[in-house]
């Protein structure tokens, strides 16, 4: 019972927050989006999420591109400084993974560049929390790993992003649907993941429960391997160097050389046509752009083809839609994905549940009434033993759930335990109310 007037009062006094906040939106307190903080608008919540889901995360407020690897993931939260837009490109194709949670910060020409365009507000959506029409809350429909174990998110005084040309994979807009909340691009060997509203995941928000999944989901999408390390990039980060691709081919490293060997005789060719003209000069690019031709040719007709070292290494592979990659990603993973979360989110269900038919399971006394219960309810197809065994692994899982250090849960350990609570469901299943849904 003190369980549920907890969560009363936290929801009254989150709608106090969130509409003092919408009324206040302009004064942005400089301690915003800070790691250290357990203010409202702070990030200490998502560094201690971070720890409990198995992800390493890492604060800077330097990023030297030049240090960075494809297996890297990054996370730009509200940048205040215009982001290097060709060395990030550079990094993403390369194989990396960038998360822009951005809504009015500088991240808006580098998110131009590949098509995608701001929305200010207001902008409309069809439910809102508590009545604030600055904080829309959007029902989650399609299928992707982000949106696992989550029906409901709450954004706060979102921005959205249009994609006219259409080159992103849309995952949740607003009320109209060209405004999106979220959507996600697939760029050579890496991915480009963009949420108009970095409050999202400061610590207010995270009190919503889908919202802390969210938040989690979004922590594990773009991790390769274990262990998961994440760069949060701060607002006010400084940026310098320059990215070096790792992930070359010898057809790409050719056509890098050919591209600048180019450029310089395109800039030589220009100041020649600005100044004095220097037929010397002409005349010998001349002849080295024919001799260059005739040896491509003589080398085609008369040798083996095209040389070795031009040749193609692999075949072009198609980009992986957003299921796909959800799916390479548990299987690559398998025994060594975390399951912590789900089997949290299967000890929410099973305990609301039980709590809403006022059966209890702590002790034995309580699992064997709530068995004979159980039993007796029509259609069920599950014995007692199955029921009383289920309700044992549910006592089980409540010292997890109680308990402040993270554990990793592995496949193996999630579907041992899902088995056991599986009658449980089946009887749940059969409820008329359920079945109303």
């Known amino acids: 019972m003190a369980r549920v007037w907890h969560r009363s009062f936290a929801r009254v006094w989150l709608a106090l927050l969130l509409l003092g906040v919408a009324l206040s939106a302009p004064a942005v307190a400089a301690t915003d989006y800070d790691p250290q903080s357990n203010a409202w608008n702070g990030l200490s919540q998502l560094e201690s999420l971070a720890s409990r889901v198995d992800v ?12 960075l690897k494809p297996s890297d993931a990054l996370l730009l939260i509200y940048p205040k400084r215009e982001l290097p837009a060709p060395a990030l490109e550079s990094f993403i194709r390369d194989g990396g993974r960038v998360i822009v949670a951005d809504d009015f910060g500088r991240s808006e020409p580098f998110l131009r560049r590949f098509g995608l365009l701001r929305v200010r507000p207001p902008i ?45 994979t849309p995952l949740l807009a607003f009320l ?33 429960d889908d919202n802390f999944q969210f938040a989690a989901n979004l922590l594990l999408y ?5 262990p998961c390390r994440i760069i ?5 980060t400084a940026f310098s160097g320059s990215y070096v691709p790792r992930n070359v081919t010898k057809l790409e490293s050719f056509s890098r050389v050919l591209k600048r060997g180019m450029a310089a005789i395109n800039r030589r060719l220009r100041r020649l046509g600005d100044g004095p003209r220097d037929e010397w000069m002409l005349l010998f690019v001349s002849v080295v752009c024919f001799l260059g031709s005739l040896a491509v040719l003589l080398n085609w007709v008369f040798g083996r083809g095209i040389p070795r070292s031009f040749a193609f290494e692999q075949p072009w592979i198609r980009p992986l839609s957003e299921f796909e990659h959800s799916v390479a990603v548990l299987r690559e993973n398998r025994e060594s994905a975390d399951f912590s979360l789900a089997l949290l989110r299967l000890y929410y269900v099973l305990d609301a549940t039980l709590r ?5 399971y702590r002790d034995e006394r309580q699992r064997e009434a709530s068995t004979q219960k159980l039993a007796r309810r029509g259609g069920t197809r599950a014995t007692g033993e199955e029921i009383l065994e289920g309700l044992r692994a549910l006592a089980n899982l409540t010292s997890m759930q109680q308990a402040s250090s993270y554990r990793f849960v592995s496949r193996s350990d999630f579907d041992r335990i899902f088995r056991a609570c599986r009658p449980l469901l089946g009887v749940f299943e059969d409820e008329p109310s359920r079945r109303k849904r």
């Open 176 to 208: 109209d649907p060209r405004e999106l909340l979220l959507a996600e691009r697939q760029l050579g060997r890496g991915r480009l993941i963009v949420l108009a509203d970095p409050s999202m995941l400061i610590n207010l928000m995270l009190e919503f």
């Open 56 to 67: 390493e995360i890492r604060h800077t407020r330097r990023l030297d591109f030049s240090t």
């Open 232 to 236: 949060v990039v701060q607002p006010d």
């Open 356 to 360: 809403r038919l006022e059966l209890g």
């Open 124 to 168: 409309r959506s069809s439910r809102s929390y508590q009545g604030i029409d600055d904080v829309p809350m959007l029902e989650i429909k399609g299928k992707h790993f982000l949106f696992s174990y989550i029906h409901t998110l709450i954004a706060n005084h979102p921005a959205a992003y249009r994609d006219p040309k259409r080159r992103f």
């Open 222 to 226: 773009p991790c390769n391997s274990r």
